[in-house]
């Protein structure tokens, strides 16, 4: 019986030794495209020059105001 008992716990550390690594790789690897993904995002606005120029309440004015030139 003690035997069996130690087999069993030989059996749980070789499998954990098997299942962390793989678990731990495949946060790692989640966590690296995470990575990729933000970069990309941030080279991408950082490349759109429309953002640098739009600004919506200053259209939205000029909409405005020449609207109410037209109805004048």
């Known amino acids: 019986m003690v035997k069996s ?30 990575i990729d993904l933000y970069t990309e995002t941030v ?3 950082q ?8 600004y919506p309440a200053e259209m939205f004015r000029k909409m405005e105001l020449l609207e109410n030139t037209w109805d004048h």
């Not at 490349?47 to 739009?54: A, P």
Request: proline share 2%; aromatic share 8%; glycine share 4%.
């Open 43 to 45: 080279a991408l606005v």
């Open 5 to 34: 008992r130690k087999t069993a716990r030989g059996s749980l550390t070789v499998e954990a030794a098997i299942v962390i690594p793989i678990i731990l790789i495949s946060i790692l690897w989640i966590v690296e495209k995470g």
């Open 47 to 54: 490349e759109q020059e429309m953002w640098e120029e739009f």
